[in-house]
Structures are given as C-alpha cells and as structure tokens.
C-alpha cells in the first residue's frame, strides 16, 4: 500500500524551469518502481518518465528526453521530475505513480497514482 501526494506544480513561462515532487507514505516506497505520467484535457494520459526503485535506471519518454529528468530520494521517500526548458505542450496534469510490479512506460504496470499536480506554461 502506497500513498502519493504530488506537489511543485505551477505557472511558468516558456523555457523555465520547474521541479515537481511525489511525497510516498508506505514501507514499500523503497521497493517500487516510480514513474510520472501526464494528461491534458481531452487528450489520454502519457508516460513522462520512470525510475526503478534502486535509482539506477530510468526511462524518459522521446518528448522530454533531454529536458526533464527523474530522480529519487528513497531516503525521504521522494520521487522527483526535474522539468527545463518547458514548452506550451508540457503543459498537463502530472501524476505520479507506484508498482511494486515490472517498470516501464504502460499505464497497467502502476497501481498507485497521485492526486496531480497542475504545470501550466504559457508564452
């Protein structure tokens, strides 16, 4: 059993900078694979970024590649999703997710998500 809450998100302007965090409660957090995913209106939700639960491996999705990174503090019970140089299409609700299952970039594999946490970018 995991419990996310995400925080960090906001407005920023085009090419700014943003970190996003996902605060986990659980003894498993240690052990799970993490991943952001993100959705805008309309549109589905798409993997961001994901790490497995060493930190030692971490899949970043072709858009962001690059620009965002993830990371984590297993320590503080923390994931994080370092976000530069963002672009109006970054602009989503970003979610943050647990499996303690095989990583990877597919929703089915998460079995815990976040509330989400608002990034806006404008112009």
């Known amino acids: 059993q995991v419990q996310l809450v995400e925080s960090g998100g906001g407005l920023v302007q085009a090419g700014g900078s943003l970190r996003l965090s996902c605060a986990a409660s659980g003894r498993t957090f240690s052990s799970s694979n993490m991943a952001w995913f993100r959705q805008a209106p309309g549109k589905e939700r798409q993997f961001v970024a994901a790490?497995?639960?060493?930190?030692?491996?971490?899949l970043h999705a072709d858009s962001v590649k690059g620009r965002f990174s993830i990371s984590r503090d297993n320590g503080k019970n923390t994931v994080y999703l370092q976000m530069n140089s963002l672009k109006l299409e970054d602009t989503a609700a970003y979610y943050c997710?647990?499996?303690?299952?095989?990583?990877?970039?597919?929703?089915?594999?998460?079995?815990?998500w976040g509330q989400g946490t608002q990034v806006t970018v404008s112009s």
């Open positions: 790490v497995r639960w060493s930190g030692d491996s971490t």
């Open positions: 997710a647990a499996t303690q299952r095989y990583w990877g970039s597919a929703k089915q594999l998460y079995d815990y």
